[in-house]
């Protein structure tokens, strides 16, 4: 299968690509700048330039495709309305040119806040009106009634690994600067995860057979205590792991602290049985232990 991937030269989209590779598929990765061209050529794959808010450059993409795996996305938390404006606006242009093809349409979103408190399953369908991403992967598990052979696959918000700078390390990099590694409240609020390597698996698997208007978890620990992640930090920098009142817990994290404190637990019992996925690969807190966090700077474009 010939697939167009977004988000190619990405955190995840750089384990994706050479995971369809390895099985035998084509991949062609879009790539908005020189450097991320360069990634995109290096694991492989063939360069398609365009970008996400650039419509007809990924209906051009989507065109010389079997299929499509839509990880790009502006994780600019000071422009959320935007991010997901673009988002449907991709989805839209690229379920348009699959339709009525049976052709799969891999669209990521997130575990958080779909289980509201209690273990999120696969067959949960969040409030799309909770947030406009929710909606975005309504819609898109909706072109299934146009003949694209749509899911969603919703990551744990920690897809971990060497090379991480997302919300562990920003943990990291504030319990570096605190001298402690902080926590909310007990700690007892359960935070998923999953090993990249691991979710690209899954990616994969997704592409060649989700079934359709389906969603997928890739979370391969269904919730770890927060506690618990904060004392492996603390381990690592050789500072403690101590609790921040929840009404101080703005103050102290800043922008990660409302995250952080959910409680956002999610099976992927269902994931396994329809795809036969297996996780095979270090959980977070071995990830942690093991150094995976130690040198690395969180993303700026993140607060």
């Known amino acids: 299968m010939r697939v167009f991937v977004t988000g190619a030269s990405g955190w995840i989209g750089s384990a994706v690509v050479p995971e369809l590779l390895s099985a035998g598929h084509e991949v062609l ?10 990634t995109v050529t290096a694991l492989g794959a063939q360069v398609h330039r365009g970008s996400l808010d650039d419509v007809a450059s ?3 993409g989507a065109e010389q495709a079997d299929g499509v795996v839509h990880l790009g996305y502006h994780h600019d938390f000071s422009e959320m309305a935007e991010a997901a404006r673009l988002d449907r606006q991709a989805i839209d242009a ?6 009525g093809t049976d052709g799969p349409l891999i669209v990521a979103a997130g575990v958080l806040g779909v289980g509201d408190g209690r273990v999120a399953t696969e067959d949960d369908r969040p409030d799309p009106s909770v947030h406009p991403r929710v909606a975005n992967a309504a819609f898109a598990q909706g072109l299934a009634d146009r003949g694209v052979r749509s899911c969603v696959v919703r990551f744990a918000p920690t897809v971990h690994g060497h090379g991480d700078h997302g919300f562990v390390a920003t943990l990291v990099d504030l319990a570096r600067r605190s001298g402690f590694a902080g926590y909310v409240d007990d700690g007892a609020n359960r935070w998923p995860a999953v090993h990249r390597a691991d979710a690209a698996t899954l990616v994969r698997l ?4 989700a079934p359709a208007g ?7 620990e269904e919730g770890v205590p927060a506690r618990t992640i904060a004392e492996a930090i603390g381990r690592s920098l ?9 009404d101080a817990a703005a103050e102290h994290f800043g922008w990660i602290g409302g995250f952080f404190a959910m409680d956002s637990a999610a099976s992927n019992a269902l994931t396994r049985e329809r795809l036969g996925w297996s996780p095979t690969h270090p959980g977070i807190v071995e990830d942690i232990d093991a150094g995976a966090y130690a040198d690395v700077e969180p993303h700026s474009t993140a607060s």
């Open 238 to 246: 050789g500072v403690p792991a101590r609790s921040v009142a929840a």
């Open 214 to 220: 389906s969603a997928l978890h890739a979370v391969a």
């Open 206 to 209: 997704a592409v060649e057979g």
């Open 94 to 99: 690229m379920g348009d040119v699959l339709a």
């Open 58 to 60: 990924l209906r051009a």
């Open 29 to 38: 990765g879009l790539a908005r700048s020189d450097r991320s061209a360069d």
